[in-house]
């Protein structure tokens, strides 16, 4: 069995145990399982001596069982899949999830990559910027109290300024150079953790707002040439800003 279906299988049980909800209570009730992904690693190896397949050596490397088995082992009877979105997978997985709780929603969720005019490897400004907007406005929000973003960050030199360009472009107009939009990512702290990095980003961002700190981007020292920081009103945060700073963060 590949170790990410074992390892999935143990935080599934330790979000049950952590809600306070048995396992005996879980069972054939109808929970859903999204599980984003796109490593597989493990059957790359595998697949370097065939003769040792087992029985089970099918299943075992399966994306598809990714779900499926932590629906089997813990009898939940909801939908159940794994997604591939790469960078993204975990993300609209969370998404997907949340839709799935509010409206049994079905829809899937736009990636934010024009694939003709920037190629298939760089995301869209256009698209990032759009994608933005129509969040704020489907959860009802404006942006004008927002005071930090988490970035997708991955340090690129193509992709940074195409990011850093849609968020000043949603948010200068809100902010200013002595009120800037601070700006981070957590890429600086774990490094790239591929399907799951998004994850991490929301995670951070929960415990900023817990906290009503904005850390520091770890190991930061100058801005890519190709973004304009105070143009677009934003700010890699170099050092802790004060809480007094923060007033709208929460």
């Not at 370097?48 to 087992?54: I, R």
């Not at 190629?119 to 869209?124: F, I, K, L, P, V």
């Not at 942006?143 to 988490?150: G, I, Q």
């Not at 900023?208 to 920081?229: M, Q, T, W």
Request: proline letters at 5%; charged letters at 20%; hydrophobic letters at 35%.
């Amino acid at each position: 069995m590949d170790p990410l279906q074992r390892g999935l299988l143990e935080c599934s049980y330790r979000a049950l145990e952590n809600a306070g909800i048995p396992l005996e209570n879980a069972a054939g009730t109808n929970t859903a399982v999204y599980v984003g992904s796109f490593s597989d690693d493990y059957k790359a190896l595998f697949h370097k001596d065939p003769e040792s397949a087992g029985q089970y050596s099918g299943s075992g490397v399966a994306p598809n069982m990714n779900a499926n088995r932590i629906s089997w082992a813990l009898n939940l009877t909801g939908t159940s899949f794994n997604l591939d979105t790469a960078c993204s997978s975990s993300l609209v997985a969370l998404h997907l999830a949340c839709r799935g709780l509010i409206a049994h929603d079905s829809k899937m969720s736009g990636d934010s990559r024009d694939w003709v005019k920037s190629g298939w490897q760089n995301a869209s400004q256009r698209a990032q910027e759009q994608l933005i907007r129509d969040t704020y406005r489907g959860a009802g929000l404006t942006p004008d109290l927002t005071r930090y973003v988490e970035a997708h960050g991955t340090g690129t030199p193509v992709g940074d300024p195409i990011e850093a360009g849609a968020l000043g472009a949603v948010f200068k107009e809100y902010r200013s150079e002595h009120e800037p939009l601070f700006i981070g990512s957590i890429k600086a702290n774990v490094g790239h953790l591929e399907g799951a990095s998004g994850i991490a980003g929301v995670i951070k961002s929960i415990l900023i707002l817990e906290k009503g700190i904005i850390p520091p981007n770890a190991g930061f020292e100058r801005v890519n040439p190709n973004i304009d920081e105070k143009g677009l009103n934003l700010k890699v945060g170099r050092n802790r800003p004060e809480r007094k700073d923060l007033k709208y963060l929460k």
